[in-house]
């Protein structure tokens, strides 16, 4: 019987420069995924990864189909053992994925997808149906065991983006001293005046913000998706909204206005309530914490950005209280 001849690992020859890189891999991979969830149906997302190991400097290249078999085993597993949590599942294709590549010391899997909420308008009730992106990331570190045996430790990521509305506090702040002065020309008594301001918020432009959200740690058992996207839609002027009535266009602008902000305002927000919303995180858990708000009257963005062990922004909150 013939033998198939033995094809050259080319990959594993040494490279002309030879030099570590940080990442390799494939980027882009679309997957459809099945997320369970307790005692209601399932979720189906489409969803693209990244996928990356290191590579060492006396190697040319890594073998890049390990990284779609990495994947595939576990979605396969998925049927006999349900993932719950997009980074668990991120979690596992790294540890697959650094089981499979013997030289490399880090893994990586990066996941982003887009996930519908249902939310109702804020006057009429109506039913509307809302995409947030969401995403996880997992990385996969061999580290010395106390046995003195290699093991592998995952550090898992999760956030979520989400839009929303904000009123510029310092344009409000103008237009209701204008007005105020024109009040008084007219002979409106000054607690009339307080009384008018407390019903009728003053006019401002307007912002469509971006806030995003992650939390990096070990262990995110208790880091509910849901609760991160709550958290942004708390943290800015106002939620909006796919389908709105006149009622509820009246409320959302209403709503704003009452509640002007900053882009450093949302981010300071968002800050105080992921300290309150997760108690149970250990000091070294990494937040990230950004708005992004595009500007109506100006050409640019604005934007403001905490990046910390969220130990750090515990600290501080409780210093400035």
Excluded: W
């Excluded at 709503?255 to 305002?265: G, L, R, S, T």
Aim: proline share 4%; glycine share 4%; aromatic share 4%.
């Amino acid at each position: 019987m013939t033998q198939c001849p033995i094809l050259p690992d080319v990959q594993a020859n040494r490279p002309t420069v030879p030099i570590n890189l940080t990442r390799v891999g494939v980027t882009d991979v679309k997957k459809l995924i099945e997320i369970k969830r307790e005692n209601k149906r399932p979720i189906i997302l489409m969803s693209s990864f990244d996928i990356f190991v290191d590579l060492p400097s006396d190697r040319k290249g890594a073998n890049l189909s390990r990284n779609f078999e990495a994947i595939e085993e576990v979605l396969t597993n998925i049927s006999q053992s349900p993932v719950y949590e997009i980074e668990n599942l991120c979690g596992d294709i790294a540890e697959n994925l650094i089981g499979r590549h013997e030289y490399a010391s880090r893994a990586e899997v990066r996941m982003k997808s887009e996930y519908m909420i249902r939310r109702k308008s804020p006057a009429t009730g109506v039913d509307c149906q809302q995409f947030v992106d969401i995403f996880a990331d997992a990385v996969a570190e061999r580290t010395d065991g106390s046995d003195g045996n290699n093991a592998v430790q995952i550090k898992k990521l999760i956030g979520a983006e989400v839009m929303g509305m904000t009123a510029c506090p310092c344009a409000q702040s103008m237009m209701q001293e204008e007005a105020e002065n024109k009040l008084k020309e007219l002979g409106l008594a000054d607690e009339k005046i307080t009384e008018f301001f407390e019903a009728i918020p003053m006019a401002s432009h307007n912002q469509r913000g971006r806030g995003i959200i992650s939390i990096q740690t070990l262990d995110t058992t208790d880091v509910r998706l849901e609760n991160i996207i709550e958290i942004i839609e708390a943290s800015m002027s106002s939620n909006v909204y796919e389908i709105l009535k006149r009622a509820d266009e009246k409320k959302v602008v209403e709503q704003a206005h009452k509640n002007p902000k900053f882009v450093e305002d949302c981010v300071r927000t968002m800050a105080k309530k992921v300290v309150d919303t997760f108690p149970q995180l250990p000091d070294d858990a990494i937040i990230t914490i950004k708005q992004i708000n595009e500007e109506s009257i100006h050409k640019h963005n604005a934007f403001a950005e905490r990046v910390a062990r969220i130990g750090d922004i515990r600290s501080e909150i409780k210093n400035g209280s």
